[in-house]
């Protein structure tokens, strides 16, 4: 059974840095790409980063302007997600999500239950 | 920009009825015979669950009172006969290379 378990949020003041983790069990890790999907408070989905089965292929959200990076660690099975600069509209759930291949042409199949950061001075 | 937008935002249905929820790209998802068009149901609280994949092909354990059909640009996702427990927020979202833009969501209640 997949699990993908996120943690690492909390409350941080504007400008600094934060480092999310996901942490995966139940399926070959080194097969599948991975995601991080974050909502803000009562609002929408927005994709924000995305890793490749390889790990050679990783891709963020333009809106981001450099400031987060995905990575990986595969003797752990776990992605991370590097947060700097953060800002009050980072706010949010993010999520981890699996895709259903190893590219990044594939729904969404499975998804983590989310860690809140909060950004507020 | 690559834009998905849904319609209706919300949308209040009679239990036992049909609910509909439409999907529109600005740019085509479709590809070699695959439409790559997910969509997703979140409950409050939870995390988003897929619900449908390659825009018609149900996911694993959906019920098949859940329907997705078009092509293209344009989608659809239906709801045949509702229940209480489909009250939820449904997303759309193209998976055709990044970014992997969502629709803003419909907000779907009994009448």
């Known amino acids: 059974q997949v699990h993908l378990v996120e943690s690492g949020g909390g409350v941080v003041q504007p400008g600094t840095s934060l480092k999310l983790s996901c942490e995966t069990s139940g399926f070959i890790f080194s097969n599948y790409a991975m995601h991080w999907v974050r909502q803000a408070p009562g609002k929408g989905l927005e994709w924000v980063a995305i890793?490749?089965?390889?790990?050679?292929?990783?891709f963020h959200a333009d809106s981001l302007k450099g400031r987060f990076t995905i990575s990986r660690d595969i003797s752990k099975s776990t992605i991370y997600l590097q947060m700097n600069s953060l800002r009050v509209e980072d706010t949010g759930v993010y999520y981890c999500?699996?895709?259903?291949?190893?590219?990044?042409?594939?729904?969404?199949?499975?998804w983590g239950q989310g860690t809140l950061v909060t950004v507020s001075s | 920009d690559i834009v998905v937008t849904q319609s209706p935002d919300s949308l209040a249905v009679s239990l036992g009825e049909r609910a509909t929820i439409n999907c529109k790209s600005s740019h085509s998802v479709s590809y070699s015979n695959k439409d790559y068009l997910a969509w997703y149901q979140q409950k409050p609280g939870q995390p988003p669950k897929l619900l449908i994949k390659w825009a018609s092909t149900r996911a694993s354990g959906v019920p098949d009172r859940f329907s997705g059909s078009g092509s293209g640009t344009d989608f659809t996702l239906t709801i045949s006969g509702l229940q209480a427990e489909d009250v939820a927020v449904y997303y759309c979202?193209?998976?055709?290379?990044?970014?992997?833009?969502f629709g803003q969501g419909t907000r779907l209640e009994i009448k």
């Open positions: 890793i490749w089965y390889d790990g050679t292929s990783k």
């Open positions: 999500a699996r895709g259903l291949g190893g590219d990044g042409y594939t729904s969404f199949d499975d």
């Open positions: 979202q193209r998976y055709n290379g990044t970014p992997y833009n």
